[in-house]
Antibody, heavy 122, light 108 residues
Framework: QVQLVESGGGVVQPGRSLRLSCAASGFIFSSYGMHWVRQAPGKGLEWVALISDDGSNSYYADSVKGRFTISRDNSKNTLYLQMNSLRTEDTAVYYC???????????????WGQGTLVTVSS | EVVLTQSPDFQSVTPKETVTITCRAS??????LHWYQQKPDQSPKLLIKYASQSFSGVPSRFSGSGSGTDFTLTIHSLEPEDAATYYCHQSSSLPGLTFGGGTKVEIK
């Protein structure tokens, strides 16, 4: 079955960087677009970024554009989120999520990881 | 950016009742609207895709309807395990994918 396992979260000071990873298994990773979605403590869901199945296209929320970079390594079945210039308001659980339809660019997210907590604090 | 407004924010219901949650989009999004369930300390789970298509394995008491700007998630004959927060999500406009603010359903 589909498994998505995030890692790389932790406590980081404002202005510093962090890279999240999401290891995927149980499906043909290279056929699906992948997303990062975050959830601040006690708050709702916020879409962060999307990358196409082959990595050729990526999209970002305005709140992270220019600071975060989504990427993937299809040979390693792994999704990444490079987060630079972190702010306190980036504190959240970060989930990776899989597109529901192969080769679709934006649709329903049919599988989610368990999330990794990023805390930005001095 | 398409803004999704869910109502109500909170609903307290007894088992076997029917729950209706609405999601209104700030502009027409066709049927590109999906519903998720999130229980405490768990990741979200897809319930309904493209307004009314049930996702595999989801109990039949969950159903969705709507198109354009107005959408509804209905939970028929609520079960105790349905206590959760429910979110709508639109995938019509890239790059501005958005979620609704959530509706918390509590079981009395």
């Amino acid at each position: 079955q589909v498994q998505l396992v995030e890692s790389g979260g932790g406590v980081v000071q404002p202005g510093r960087s962090l890279r999240l990873s999401c290891a995927a298994s149980g499906f043909i990773f290279s056929s699906y677009g992948m997303h990062w979605v975050r959830q601040a403590p006690g708050k709702g869901l916020e879409w962060v970024a999307l990358i196409s199945d082959d990595g050729s296209n990526s999209y970002y929320a305005d709140s992270v554009k220019g600071r975060f970079t989504i990427s993937r390594d299809n040979s390693k079945n792994t999704l990444y989120l490079q987060m630079n210039s972190l702010r306190t308001e980036d504190t959240a659980v970060y989930y990776c999520a899989k597109e529901g339809t192969a080769y679709d660019l934006a649709g329903a997210l049919d599988s989610w990881g368990q999330g990794t907590l990023v805390t930005v604090s001095s | 950016e398409v803004v999704l407004t869910q109502s109500p924010d909170f609903q307290s219901v007894t088992p076997k009742e029917t729950v209706t949650i609405t999601c209104r989009a700030s502009q027409s999004i066709g049927r590109s609207l999906h519903w998720y369930q999130q229980k405490p300390d768990q990741s979200p789970k897809l319930l309904i895709k493209y307004a009314s298509q049930s996702f595999s394995g989801v109990p039949s008491r969950f159903s969705g309807s709507g198109s354009g700007t107005d959408f509804t998630l209905t939970i028929h004959s609520l079960e105790p395990e349905d206590a959760a927060t429910y979110y709508c999500h639109q995938s019509s406009s890239l790059p501005g994918l958005t979620f609704g603010g959530g509706t918390k359903v509590e079981i009395k």
